[in-house]
Structures are given as structure tokens and as C-alpha cells.
């Protein structure tokens, strides 16, 4: 490199700047004289970035080119991390400040050199205009956020489908689907497990002549408030079901038949009659349940779901307003 310097003659020193000139990188040389800084040499490219006048700005003091303080002791700190570090530093600098040009962003390195008398201080330095390349990324980062946020909310929607795919719409309550893959995974643990799971069905009586003396919309409310008195009553284990209708079926995991009609009766002696004040109305409701209980009273999902709504069936035959078990 430098033999290859050698080889050119001071007088064709044009040779240098004319390929320097051929750069879209603006590359400049400034000397430290009583701590400012000469600009000695700059290409053709920072010449036309720099100077929107026509005054040629070789044997200016960057002060004077850069009027703003605030940008020119950011460029002068980094000429001096340069000089105190003793070699080529890289940075990242913007123009906002210089107001003849339009804020650009440059990859900057520079690197303190020494003069031929070795005393004389020199700031040799190469800027890369990357704002076009900032702009892509920001746009990028702009549609990646946009996307992760799109991503997120198509998550939320489809939790909200699944979670809806799952309950009742009226009451919010489990919904019969649900309810039979949850009864299935249930029978199949505790038969592994060797544990008890019982089945309550509760219907309303007389749900008909409620509808009729008071309308449909109270007989609405009247399903959405005992089905929020069940839940309240239920443990958490429990999975509590619109089964259809007026009525309403209840798994008890874990709940022996004694266990659970124990459990039933004090609920019934809290909550019967159930009365809610509806559309400035009292209405007083009853109800009927029957229990049925797995291994012993079915096995399967449907024998234990019909051994249940026997028992509701012989609830409701014996008068309505009561409990019975299967068998
Ligand atoms: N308001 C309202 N009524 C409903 C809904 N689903 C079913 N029903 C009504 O519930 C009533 C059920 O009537 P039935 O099956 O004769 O039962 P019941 O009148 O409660 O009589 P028992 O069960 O024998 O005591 C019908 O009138 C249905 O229209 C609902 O979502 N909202």
C-alpha cells in the first residue's frame, strides 16, 4: 500500500481526490489547530451535502460550518474519544442541527492520524449515509409490531370462540358438549384412580307456569340467577352444566352418593324455595334433583346420565320439591 503511494507523484496528487471524488461516502481530513478543527480535505460528496452556498469549505473551522452547539460538541466529543483512544472508532451520528441539509443518518468511523512533522494532529473520517436503510428497518420493526399485535388479538379471538364454543349463552354455564367430554376424561380417571364421581340433575318446577304468568324475559332472568346460585353453591371441581331448558346437571368428582346427597340437602335447606326479585317482581322458585352415582349406578357416561335423570324422574313423580337417588 504504501510502496504503491510512493509510485505516485506529488504533482499527480489529483489521482487521489479524483478517485476519492468518485465515493458516495463523504471522506474528509481536518487538523487540530489550538483546538479547533481545519477542515484541510473533503470529497466531492460531503462538499454538495455540506455546503448549500458556493463558498468552498476546505480552510474552514468545523465551528464555523456547524453553527449549532448542541450537534458540534457531539461531533467534537467523538473526534475526541478518536484522539484519546489512538485509533479508528466506530459511531453512528445524525445531522439534526445543520439545517442546510435534511436530517440524514451516518455510520461514521474516524481515526486520529499524526502529520509528517509528527506533532501536528489530523482527523481522517469516512461517513456512510444509512438513513434509507434506518427507514426500512423502522418500517420493518413498524410491521412486525403491527403483526405480533394482529397475532395476539387473533389468539385472544380464538380463546374467546373456544371459550364460547364451550358454554351456554344464556346462563355462561358449561353447555352439554362440555360437559360430556369432561364426564368421559372423569369416568375414565376415577376408574383408574378407584374414586367415586356423582351426578346431580336439578329441574325447575313448574318452569312452564312461571313462564306463563310472568313472560319468557323474567323466566330468562330466573335461569341466569340460579344458575349463578348453583355455581356459588358448587365446588370448584365441580363442572355445573345447562343441560337444556329448565334443567341443569352437575358432576362431583371425588363425591361418594352419601357424600354428595348430604352435601345436596343442606344446599336445598339454604336455597328452597329460591326467590329473586326480577323486574320489580318476586318470583319463588322449587326444584327437584336427582343423584346418581358412578361405579354403582352406571359405569358408562350415558348409564350414569340416565341412572341420574331416573332419579330426577322419581323426584318429580313423588311430588316435586325434593331429592332422590338412583335405585
Ligand atoms: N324463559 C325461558 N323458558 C324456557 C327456556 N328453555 C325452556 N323453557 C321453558 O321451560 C318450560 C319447561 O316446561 P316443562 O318441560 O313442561 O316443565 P315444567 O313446567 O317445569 O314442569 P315440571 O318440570 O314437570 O315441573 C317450557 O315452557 C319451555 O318453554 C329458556 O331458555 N327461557
Known sequence: MTSALNDIEPADIHLLTGMLDTM??????????????????????????MNQSDTLLCGLFLDDIVSDSVL?????GNYQRAIAAGHVICYEES??????????????????????????????????????????????QKTNEK??????????????????????????LFNRRYFLESLSRELNRAQREQHSVTLMMLDIDYFKSLNDEYGHAVGDQVLIEFSQRLLEGMRKADVVCRWGGEEFLIMM???????????????REANSPMVFR???????????????????????????INATDRALYLAKAAGRDQVQLFG
Not at 481530513?29 to 481545519?38: M, N, P
Not at 395476539?152 to 358454554?167: F, I, P, T, V
Open 253 to 267: 368428582p371425588g363425591l361418594s352418593q352419601e357424600d354428595a346427597y348430604k352435601r345436596m340437602i343442606q344446599w
Open 24 to 49: 458516495t461516502d463523504h471522506v474528509f481530513l481536518l487538523r487540530i489547530e489550538a483546538g479547533r478543527y481545519r477542515l484541510v480535505y473533503c470529497n466531492q460528496a460531503m462538499e454538495r451535502f
Open 95 to 140: 445531522t439534526e442541527g445543520f439545517d442546510s441539509a435534511p436530517v440524514t443518518i451516518f455510520e461514521t468511523s474516524v481515526s486520529p492520524l499524526r502529520g509528517r512533522d509528527g506533532s501536528s494532529v489530523y482527523i481522517c473520517g469516512i461517513s456512510r449515509d444509512i438513513t434509507a436503510r434506518r427507514d426500512a428497518e423502522t418500517a420493518l
Open 72 to 76: 458540534y460538541g457531539k461531533i467534537a
Open 278 to 304: 326480577v323486574a320489580d317482581q318476586s318470583v319463588s322458585i322449587r326444584f327437584s334433583s336427582g343423584l346418581a352415582t358412578a361405579p354403582e349406578n352406571g359405569a358408562s357416561s350415558d348409564e350414569l
Open 147 to 172: 403483526l405480533a399485535q394482529q397475532l395476539a388479538e387473533n389468539h385472544r379471538l380464538h380463546e374467546k370462540l373456544h371459550e364460547e364454543a364451550m358454554r351456554d349463552p344464556l346462563t355462561n
